[in-house]
């Protein structure tokens, strides 16, 4: 028998496998050999979303063999209190169901180095221990650096990798490093993150996480667009009227007080979440879905976007005053602990944005974010135009809204769409009800969390669902106009907790005859 | 909610589902597909489990079609409706009476999800052609078990002789996770594969597709050889550098070497029904793979022993072991 001419191509270099085949696919691509060093191994995103997912993806085979892991930290631990601390996690918050075999071997896998930033010995004691897993676990002096700590110590860290020898590679080995948002807080200091990686790293062994793009509604836009008929012939200026794009919390900033003042939700949320969002709703169809080709377009909407000129009139902002949300009463921003009394952060940021391009062009894109508000929820809307005739009595349409598709990213994920309907009884009567593909309600238990897609990315080197450093710079050059704005003009407003957001943010709306959907 | 239904109709089984379905809100929006399952009393319970469980991933009305005594003379169709109580979807149990059971796909039609594909699944012993099975016939995608036919060997060969698009069998599907391993192994640079050896336990329908797909893919000869279990073994892979060899002997803990670098191990554990049964709901396109694997396998088993494309092994040969399991 001969083997089929299209062969899938795979693995470093492209080499052919045989045993891969386009038409095979119940089999998943998994990681090549490999060391994941975890900096900041004690924190939140370690216990609560890293170890589990990494976890999960061994538990569904998508690990290599001899896979690896190295935490590092400030801590006094031996490999074992190590294990302990991601036995602990993985218990607690894994997806998939505990297997002791598949948790045995990677313990094995498990090591820790302790020391500090500043500490070159700690360093040298990192470089010795990937060095002695590629020989006992046949790692295969491939390395991917996670760091999950903030990003002021970015420069420290990968100074001392490249000290170290960490980061010189030999022909066929790999060298990641993975960072999380905030990628900068302006344009300003986004370059100079960029220009510190890139001493060490070049753009295409940098991951830039944003766990948003690891979500399967996220990835559903495209395939919601690009696969269907039905939805692109009214994806336009001739039938959108406006787009809403929200993500809004129901918790207060929590014990992040620290990071969060002088941040504030347009930076924390606005430049990566909402801006990735609103380019993938609004961006062109991609000649094919590569890494190039998705962020080509995205980086053409990005910089398509214009800010509105009077910015007092087209943005709003918020801090949470202190109130009863959920069933408890809560304390106001300005309460936190470890936030100055006349703190200017806002907690709630709301923003008018044009895309002018033909598609868009005279289609607002409202985008909002806040904390302490009703509930959870981040959703992309399109509402649609009212229809140009209505061959109906005024009585008759009161109750109809307009027509709105609405991606729901979290939580719940699915799709809604709002239409009129007939009341039923004897009289002509439209009103709004709402359709709905359940995609969270019936798919959640097995779809993936996104950190897990996204760390199997990083390993395996496919890089189409991080942001590049050009979509990173465009989104700050976006931003930092209204965040001047906002630092020379007054202060952010106060809203209730629990509530819809400050009244400045329904003016922003009203002063467009337009209202955001309710939360 | 579970709804009985002694000596009914498929008209009013539809009508009890719907009224379900609007008391309790519309649960059954999201249904993906219809999963017919014909089975019987004994093995009813752990299929239904199965599809129970694979439901979460993929929202579905199941039928079961359960054949009660065919013999008597008047036919009867009782119904059980389960509802709401054990995640997404809908479970219909079918039990028919008479010669009724004989004419299965006149109660399982009128109960399918419209427009949305069908999957029938035989738990059991497999059909004579799936393809042509009144119940096989309707759907998209037809799920066999050859492990659980009394003759495995030769249960996997008529099916593969009887190859429809849209046939695929759960040895297959419980091969996944050593392709998946040996494909992976395979993406690291490596010498020429001159031959593939497949060690299982005798009478295994799945170590006999691995080694047709090793055969298939390498375009090398693929040795059976006969260990003592459980399930699949170990596979080597034999190139001018040394041997890359995945082993298996505890059923849960496989260990990879390759010429030149330390042994790993990585769990590669046997997975239980449901897993196998939502691998098979998540594709409903015919699986040519499957369907090249089977076809070598088929074709070997029925040439005459003399002229084999593949040396047989010379332990124990596939058709004695057949035999040996055969009785139990």
């Known amino acids: 028998m001969t083997l089929p001419a299209r062969i899938a191509t795979s693995g470093p270099g492209g080499a052919q496998n045989p045993l891969r085949d386009p038409r095979d696919k119940r089999l998943p691509r998994v990681a090549g050999p490999c060391v994941l060093v975890l900096f900041g191994v004690t924190g939140d995103l370690s216990r609560k979303k890293l170890l589990p997912a990494i976890y999960d993806l061994a538990n569904r085979g998508l690990l290599p063999p001899g896979f690896s892991l190295i935490g590092f930290a400030r801590r006094d631990w031996a490999h074992q209190d190590f294990r302990q601390v991601a036995y602990e996690a993985v218990k607690e918050h894994a997806r998939t169901p505990f297997r002791e075999d598949v948790w045995t071997h990677l313990a094995e896998g498990m090591h820790f180095v302790p020391g500090e930033f500043g500490d070159a010995g700690a360093f040298e004691a990192l470089a010795m221990a990937v060095k002695e897993l590629d020989q006992t676990r046949g790692t295969g002096g491939n390395y991917a650096f996670y760091l999950s700590i903030p990003p002021k110590f970015f420069p420290q860290v990968v100074e001392q990798l490249q000290r170290a020898g960490l980061t010189e590679r030999a022909d066929g080995n790999w060298r990641r490093v993975v960072i999380e948002k905030p990628f900068g807080h302006d344009l300003k200091s986004a370059l100079e993150l960029n220009a510190t990686l890139h001493q060490v790293f070049p753009e295409e062994s940098i991951f830039r996480i944003d766990h948003y793009l690891g979500k399967e509604t996220v990835q559903n836009i495209l395939a919601m667009r690009f696969a269907n008929t039905m939805y692109e012939p009214i994806w336009n200026r001739s039938y959108v009227d406006h787009v809403q794009i929200t993500m809004a919390e129901d918790i207060g900033i929590g014990g992040r007080a620290g990071y969060y003042d002088g941040i504030g939700a347009a930076r924390d949320v606005i430049q990566n979440h909402l801006l990735q969002l609103l380019a993938l709703t609004a961006m062109e169809e991609p000649p094919s879905f590569s890494a190039e080709a998705v962020r080509a377009e995205k980086a053409k909407i990005l910089s398509s976007v214009r800010v509105p000129g009077d910015l007092g009139l087209t943005t709003a902002r918020g801090q949470y005053a202190a109130g009863w949300q959920g069933g408890g009463n809560v304390r106001g921003y300005l309460e936190e602990e470890g936030i100055p009394a006349n703190s200017k952060t806002e907690t709630y940021a709301a923003v008018k944005l044009e895309v002018d391009n033909r598609r868009w062009a005279g289609v607002p894109f409202y985008l909002r974010t806040g904390k302490r508000l009703s509930r959870r929820v981040t959703e992309v809307a399109l509402m649609f135009q009212r229809a140009p005739h209505l061959p109906f009595a005024q009585t008759d349409t009161e109750e109809l809204g307009q027509n709105a598709l609405v991606v729901r990213v979290q939580p719940d994920e699915g799709v809604t769409v709002r239409f009129g309907s007939k009341v039923p009884g004897t009289s002509m009567e439209v009103r709004d009800v709402n359709m709905d593909f359940a995609y969270g309600k019936s798919f959640t238990e097995s779809s993936p969390e996104a950190y897990e897609r996204l760390l199997l990315d990083v390993l395996i080197g496919d890089p189409p669902l991080f942001p590049r450093q050009e979509e990173v710079e465009l989104s700050w050059a976006i931003l930092d106009p209204i965040e001047e704005y906002w630092a020379e003009h007054g202060k952010p407003d106060q809203y209730r907790s629990g509530g819809y957001g400050p009244d400045s943010a329904d003016q922003l709306m009203a002063r467009d005859s337009r209202a955001w959907r309710r939360l | ?328």
């Open chain 2, 1 to 328: 909610m579970n709804i009985d239904l002694a000596d009914t109709t498929t008209r009013r089984i539809q009508k009890a589902l719907m009224e379900a379905r609007h008391r309790m809100g519309g649960p059954a929006v999201g249904m993906v597909l219809t999963l017919v399952i014909v089975t019987d009393e004994s093995a009813q319970y752990d299929a239904v489990r199965a599809a129970t469980e694979s439901a979460r991933e993929h929202p579905c009305r199941v039928l079961t079609v359960i054949s009660r005594d065919a013999r008597g003379s008047s036919s009867r169709l009782d119904a059980e409706i389960r509802v709401g109580e054990i995640g997404p979807g809908e479970t219909v149990l079918l039990r028919m009476y008479g010669p009724l059971a004989e004419h299965a796909d006149s109660v399982v039609v009128p109960l399918l999800v419209p427009d949305t594909p069908v999957v029938t699944w035989w738990p059991g012993q497999p059909p004579e052609v799936p393809g042509d099975d009144p119940l096989g016939a309707l759907a998209q995608r037809r799920v066999t078990d050859a492990y659980a036919a009394a003759d495995r060997l030769r249960t996997l060969a008529r099916l593969a002789a009887s190859y429809k698009p849209g046939d695929t069998d759960f040895s297959w599907t419980r091969l996944t996770p050593w392709r998946t391993l040996l494909a992976a192994a395979l993406d690291q640079p490596h010498a020429d594969i001159t031959a593939a050896e497949v060690s299982a336990e005798p009478d295994s329908p799945s170590a006999e597709l691995l080694a047709a797909w090793l055969a298939v893919r390498l375009s090398v000869p693929a040795q059976r050889m006969t260990s003592a279990g459980p399930g699949i073994t170990g596979v080597r892979l034999t190139t001018d550098e040394g041997d890359i060899e995945i082993t298996r002997p505890d059923g849960r803990v496989a260990t990879l070497s390759r010429p030149g670098q330390p042994d790993r191990q990585v769990a590669l554990l046997r997975r239980p029904m449901a897993e196998l049964l939502a691998e098979e709901l998540r594709r409903l396109d015919p699986d040519e793979v499957y369907q090249e694997a089977a076809g070598r396998f088929a074709s070997e088993q029925l040439a005459p022993p003399a002229a084999p494309v593949t040396p047989v092994p010379p332990p124990p040969a596939d058709d004695a072991g057949a035999d040996d399991q055969a009785s139990q």
